[in-house]
């Protein structure tokens, strides 16, 4: 046995394009938050503790957090946090990936609550800031997915949102509010759309950059 | 004229898979710092001010700083601000988006250097320290991506920074040495083998997680 056929390669062996390797309708998302303070430890884990997670799937690792369940279930989990993690004057960022129909997905590590009730929208609906984004959505395995970026980045113009397009991303800004409800938007659209797609968001908040 | 008719929509008209919109070998990222400190602008802008650019065209913005370049001239002037923004028992992350061959990419803002002599390398290539890491590398426009993905995965194994595949990422661990000579071997393998790809990295140092 050679020293390469020891190693535990891995394959995606049975992987295809267009078959989710998970048969419900997962979405999931990844997460970090990046409190610039040296306080950063009491701000990350008092915002994670603070959101209702008893309808998604969720963990915790060195990197990220990451919430997988129903798409509504787990923006409303991430929207919470976010907002929970908001401190004025302090500048933070958060990084998230969110993604359907991975190929390499398996049903494990999610929950699927039955209904639509959101458990933190109530508390955090009426709470404003401004917010800096990019995002950057990837469709995977369809050779026409320029089509579908334009898709999402006009919706986020009829959102009111959108800032401008610039290299390797769109800017976004606006009201976390209307960030969200955009995310919502653009993510039923998705997932309608796309068998397998990722959308990468970054926020920033009180960033001491001039505009 | 409608409502509609007169906002600024995009189109990404003659774009087309395959078909990259820059002609020349333009390899680009887009980065973030986050360094968990009251002290992040001085950590920022020290590292940003101590990289020596003169191969690559760059610009800083309210979210990222950007490179664009000769594929190792990028890499290069990322991996320096990394080293240069690293401080001895603070965490940080940087957040980067590494990419190649977008349909809507131009020529403008870029410079293509002639020669390959590494500007940066000579005064980092000694420097070391422990860094936690995920990548997710995005293949576009071909259904079998997911073998693309498994190359670029095994590498990682090949070259001693493999820890394991889990939601969304795959999850790496080494040396800053060892993580960024991976990332040239990945970025010369996806130059090479697809039109337009892209590699998102996250960094982490100085976590006060337990493993």
Redesign the interface.
Known sequence: MSENEK??????GS????CSGASKEIT???F?L?????R??EVILGAIEKVHTEKVWST?????T?Y?GKREHVLDALKACMIHAYQEGV?M?M?A?V?KG????TDA?SYLAEDDALLNEPEIKDIHFPV???I?L?P????????Y??DV??MS??CGVYDR?????T?LEGDVQDLFAYFDKATDYCGANLSHY?L?I?L?VN???A?
């Open positions: 190693k535990p390669y891995v394959t995606y992987c295809a394009c267009g999931g998302c990844r970090s990046s409190p610039m303070t040296d950063f430890i915790t690792d060195k990197l990220s990451i997988r500048h960022t990084e990936t993604s991975c190929p390499g997905d590590e800096n984004c990019k950057s990837y995977m395995g369809v050779p026409d997915y320029m089509k970026i334009a980045v006009n113009i009829d397009s610039y290299h390797y991303a800017i990722i990468e970054t920033s960033s001491p950059t505009d």
